[in-house]
């Protein structure tokens, strides 16, 4: 039984095929077309999905989308109305697309993959649910989805149990915590869909200033964590923009300019907000408890991609234990939309021994999408005239170790492509921790990003209570926890009372790379058993250094996905100043490679030399 799983049309459009209940593939579009958040009909990801099972369209049994558009589209043309003619505007710009292709989704599926068979649609929190139960190593569990919009829903709360997820309460748009935080992602100069990860690694440079402001003005937050927003502030169902004047009046002036400098305004607003959704999460968190009495917790939705308010709920919260979908956006909706049909409509038994097998759970670390041999990679490289030097399978990690203990940055391309927003060690670039230069080097001259942007550790499962304080899996980078006290390095006096982003230089612990100004790191646990060759380089790096931790960031520069094919990967090598590159048992050192002559388009868009 083949079930193939997509999401489409609003952001992050992706494919997931899943066979006899079994995540066997799973990709976002913007990978293939290198269009970041690509939102248009996942066509290339679909195409892999069936490439790798070695599979036709034909041969699939049902096709499931993610969410139900005609319920999208009433909503749409409800809020529409209800605004007229305020939103005439807006109108006019979505309907050809609502009415070209968003409607039309039987269609479009024939047309671009050949597929007649049947087409079942789920609702947009069906899906975020089941993606977060699913795939989870719990028999049982309560179930929290939180994002901007879906159909109506903009946060669910239920349970799942077996093969089935039962949803039991609903909060409704135009009240949405995540269409909130968007709307100081626009406010602060970020853009929505893309920069909200950005405000929550701004904020602890800044002070809580407005947090009573927002609760007081702009969102009512009641006990159970159910909230209503003041929409006299809000343009979002309207107008083209999140915010409007009266929002603007209430904290002191316009949204700032794109790429234009941050001031403490900005810093203290990310601050204040994130309050407010760390406020809401738990307050949600302690209902859903209390409702459905459960031990274990589910999170999926766009917000369940704030990873300092999870580490809170797993801190301090009434669960014993958390799982986070890795694809927890509008992409993991595919996968959980084909997982629900599996389940509930073909009404497979689901145990968790079957679901997880030899990993910690069903997504099989989440790395499900394509991968290239040896040959392949080869390949490619004599056809790019590149230098290489072959090593063996042994021998790479302790190489790469000592390239890392070099405080050299490494490009690490192995094994299959992550699905989700997070590098894994698949698509990864890697720094050594123990660097007081490293974030800097890699936020100027390898991403090309703001230099506030804080990087991740990687570490071994069995050493992660010996660095950070916490003691549990997080292998999908969703989990915020703080250093522990003894690697810490203590404040003087003169540096407790800097401000904002002067913060930025001040080592705060023996991983300063790693360790954000609030002394907290967004940690990514690695086991043996999802990634073999990833933990044995951590331990190599631990064997010669001590340390069993590295900088973990994402494989890409910014306003670009991350890599996925060789070619994605040693362009990017070639555009920064990445010193080695290893594709599969290739090392590539920067120093040996001929000239690269960079597209113009490229170098005027990251002002390039």
């Given at each position: 039984?083949?079930?193939?799983?997509?999401?489409?049309?609003?952001?992050?459009?992706?494919?997931?095929?899943?066979?006899?209940?079994?995540?066997?593939?799973?990709?976002?579009?913007?990978?293939?077309?290198?269009?970041k958040?690509?939102?248009r009909?996942?066509a290339?990801?679909?195409?892999?999905?069936?490439?790798?099972?070695?599979?036709?369209?034909?041969?699939?049994?049902?096709?499931?989308?993610?969410d139900?558009?005609?319920?999208?589209?009433?909503?749409?043309?409800?809020?529409?109305?209800?605004?007229?003619?305020?939103?005439?505007?807006?109108?006019?710009?979505a309907?050809?697309?609502?009415?070209r292709?968003?409607?039309?989704?039987r269609?479009?599926?024939?047309?671009q993959?050949g597929?007649?068979g049947?087409?079942?649609?789920?609702?947009?929190?069906?899906?975020?649910?089941?993606?977060a139960?699913?795939?989870?190593?719990?028999?049982?569990?309560?179930?929290?989805?939180?994002?901007?919009?879906?159909?109506?829903?903009?946060?669910?709360?239920?349970?799942g149990?077996?093969?089935?997820?039962?949803?039991?309460?609903e909060?409704?748009?135009?009240?949405?915590?995540?269409?909130?935080?968007?709307?100081?992602?626009?406010?602060?100069?970020?853009?929505?869909?893309?920069?909200?990860?950005?405000?929550m690694?701004?904020?602890?440079?800044?002070?809580?200033?407005?947090?009573?402001?927002?609760?007081?003005?702009?969102v009512?937050?009641r006990?159970?964590?159910?909230?209503?927003?003041?929409?006299?502030?809000?343009?979002?169902?309207?107008?083209?923009?999140?915010?409007?004047?009266?929002?603007?009046?209430?904290f002191?002036?316009?949204?700032?300019?794109?790429?234009?400098?941050?001031?403490?305004?900005?810093?203290?607003?990310?601050?204040?907000?994130?309050?407010?959704t760390?406020?809401?999460?738990?307050?949600?968190a302690?209902?859903?408890h209390?409702?459905?009495?459960?031990?274990?917790?589910?999170?999926?939705?766009?917000?369940?991609?704030?990873?300092?308010?999870?580490?809170?709920?797993l801190?301090?919260g009434?669960?014993?234990?958390?799982?986070?979908?890795?694809a927890?956006?509008?992409?993991?909706?595919?996968?959980?939309?084909?997982?629900?049909?599996?389940?509930?409509?073909?009404?497979?038994?689901?145990?968790?021994?079957?679901?997880?097998?030899e990993h910690?759970?069903?997504?099989?670390?989440?790395?499900?999408?394509?991968?290239?041999s040896?040959?392949?990679?080869?390949?490619?490289?004599?056809?790019?005239?590149?230098?290489?030097?072959?090593?063996?399978p042994?021998?790479?990690?302790?190489?790469?170790?000592?390239?890392?203990?070099?405080?050299?940055?490494?490009?690490?391309?192995?094994?299959?492509?992550?699905?989700?927003?997070r590098?894994l060690?698949?698509?990864s670039?890697?720094?050594?921790?123990?660097?007081?230069?490293?974030?800097?080097?890699m936020?100027?001259?390898?991403?090309?990003?703001?230099?506030?942007?804080?990087?991740?550790?990687?570490?071994?499962?069995?050493?992660?209570?010996d660095?950070?304080?916490?003691?549990?899996?997080?292998?999908?980078?969703?989990?915020?926890?703080?250093?522990?006290?003894?690697?810490?390095?203590?404040?003087t006096?003169?540096?407790?009372?800097?401000?904002?982003?002067d913060?930025?230089?001040?080592?705060?612990?023996?991983?300063?790379a790693?360790?954000?100004?609030?002394?907290?790191?967004?940690?990514?646990?690695?086991?043996?058993?999802?990634?073999?060759?990833?933990?044995?380089?951590?331990?190599?790096?631990?064997?010669?250094?001590?340390?069993?931790?590295?900088?973990?960031?994402?494989?890409?520069?910014?306003g670009?996905?991350?890599?996925?094919?060789?070619?994605?990967?040693?362009?990017?090598?070639?555009?920064?100043?990445?010193?080695?590159?290893?594709?599969g048992?290739?090392?590539?050192?920067?120093?040996?490679?001929?000239?690269?002559?960079?597209?113009k388009?490229?170098?005027?868009?990251?002002?390039?030399?």
């Amino acid at each position: 039984m083949r079930i193939l799983g997509l999401s489409a049309y609003y952001h992050d459009s992706a494919a997931c095929l899943v066979e006899e209940g079994c995540i066997v593939a799973a990709a976002q579009e913007e990978r293939f077309s290198r269009k970041k958040h690509d939102h248009r009909f996942p066509a290339h990801a679909l195409e892999f999905c069936l490439r790798h099972a070695g599979i036709r369209a034909s041969d699939v049994d049902l096709v499931v989308f993610y969410d139900k558009p005609l319920q999208k589209f009433e909503r749409l043309l409800e809020t529409y109305l209800d605004y007229a003619p305020a939103g005439l505007r807006s109108f006019l710009q979505a309907m050809p697309l609502w009415l070209r292709e968003k409607l039309w989704m039987r269609e479009e599926i024939a047309k671009q993959c050949g597929y007649h068979g049947k087409v079942l649609f789920t609702e947009h929190h069906e899906s975020h649910a089941a993606s977060a139960f699913f795939p989870s190593p719990f028999e049982s569990a309560a179930i929290l989805t939180i994002d901007g919009v879906g159909e109506w829903a903009t946060s669910s709360f239920g349970y799942g149990r077996g093969n089935e997820v039962h949803l039991l309460a609903e909060t409704h748009f135009p009240h949405s915590l995540g269409l909130l935080y968007s709307a100081f992602t626009y406010y602060t100069g970020f853009k929505v869909n893309s920069g909200e990860y950005k405000v929550m690694g701004l904020a602890p440079y800044g002070q809580p200033r407005y947090t009573q402001k927002i609760l007081n003005e702009l969102v009512d937050v009641r006990e159970d964590g159910s909230l209503r927003l003041n929409m006299r502030y809000f343009n979002y169902c309207q107008g083209l923009t999140m915010t409007n004047e009266a929002f603007d009046r209430l904290f002191g002036g316009p949204p700032r300019e794109a790429e234009s400098k941050l001031t403490q305004r900005e810093m203290d607003l990310a601050r204040s907000l994130q309050d407010v959704t760390e406020l809401v999460m738990m307050r949600m968190a302690g209902h859903v408890h209390k409702v459905t009495g459960e031990r274990n917790l589910c999170l999926a939705g766009g917000v369940a991609l704030n990873c300092v308010g999870n580490g809170r709920i797993l801190r301090e919260g009434p669960f014993e234990r958390l799982w986070i979908q890795p694809a927890a956006g509008d992409a993991g909706g595919a996968l959980g939309a084909a997982l629900s049909v599996w389940y509930q409509y073909c009404n497979n038994p689901r145990s968790v021994s079957a679901v997880c097998g030899e990993h910690s759970d069903g997504m099989s670390g989440s790395y499900l999408g394509p991968e290239f041999s040896n040959q392949e990679i080869l390949e490619f490289l004599d056809g790019a005239g590149a230098r290489y030097q072959e090593l063996s399978p042994r021998g790479l990690p302790d190489r790469v170790a000592a390239l890392l203990a070099d405080e050299k940055v490494v490009g690490w391309f192995q094994g299959r492509m992550e699905f989700g927003p997070r590098a894994l060690g698949a698509r990864s670039i890697l720094g050594d921790p123990r660097s007081t230069r490293m974030q800097s080097v890699m936020n100027l001259k390898i991403k090309f990003r703001e230099s506030f942007r804080p990087f991740a550790p990687s570490v071994i499962r069995e050493r992660v209570s010996d660095w950070f304080e916490m003691d549990c899996d997080s292998p999908y980078m969703l989990l915020v926890a703080p250093v522990r006290e003894d690697r810490r390095i203590p404040m003087t006096e003169e540096q407790q009372n800097l401000f904002g982003i002067d913060k930025l230089n001040v080592p705060r612990s023996t991983i300063p790379a790693v360790t954000h100004v609030d002394y907290s790191a967004r940690v990514q646990t690695v086991r043996r058993e999802e990634s073999p060759l990833y933990y044995d380089l951590l331990r190599a790096f631990e064997r010669l250094t001590g340390c069993p931790v590295v900088v973990n960031t994402s494989f890409n520069v910014r306003g670009e996905p991350i890599v996925c094919a060789p070619e994605h990967a040693y362009t990017c090598f070639m555009r920064t100043e990445m010193d080695y590159l290893v594709m599969g048992d290739f090392l590539l050192d920067k120093r040996e490679q001929g000239e690269f002559v960079e597209s113009k388009a490229w170098q005027e868009e990251f002002q390039l030399d």
